[in-house]
Protein backbone atom coordinates (compact mmCIF):
# COMPACT_ATOMS: atom_id res chain seq x y z
CA UNK A 1 0.00 0.00 0.00
CA UNK A 2 2.59 2.46 0.79
CA UNK A 3 4.79 1.58 -2.31
CA UNK A 4 1.40 2.44 -4.08
CA UNK A 5 0.53 5.44 -2.50
CA UNK A 6 4.14 6.69 -3.16
CA UNK A 7 3.95 5.89 -6.87
CA UNK A 8 0.56 7.48 -6.91
CA UNK A 9 1.90 10.73 -5.11
CA UNK A 10 5.38 10.62 -7.69
CA UNK A 11 3.03 10.67 -10.80
CA UNK A 12 0.74 13.49 -9.19
CA UNK A 13 3.97 15.27 -8.77
CA UNK A 14 5.49 14.80 -12.18
CA UNK A 15 1.54 15.98 -13.38
CA UNK A 16 1.78 18.73 -11.93
CA UNK A 17 4.82 20.29 -12.02
Known sequence: ML???FSYS???R???N
Do not use: C, Q, S, V
Request: proline share 0%; glycine share 0%; no cysteine.
Open 3 to 5: IFL
Open 10 to 12: KKL
Open 14 to 16: IKK
